[in-house]
């Protein structure tokens, strides 16, 4: 399985997202950024 690389930015914001503790939504949250990130015309 190939880590992803991320940003500090990234990073800091799944850091803060996690805080809430609805670790299902941070995932969810973080494949949308990714796919935002890979496909910013969308």
Known sequence: M???QLSDSIEQK???LSADGDV???LWKA???YERS???SE
């Open 31 to 33: 494949v949308y950024l």
């Open 14 to 16: 799944l850091n803060d």
């Open 38 to 40: 890979e496909h910013p």
């Open 24 to 26: 299902e939504d941070v």
């Open 2 to 4: 190939a880590a992803i």
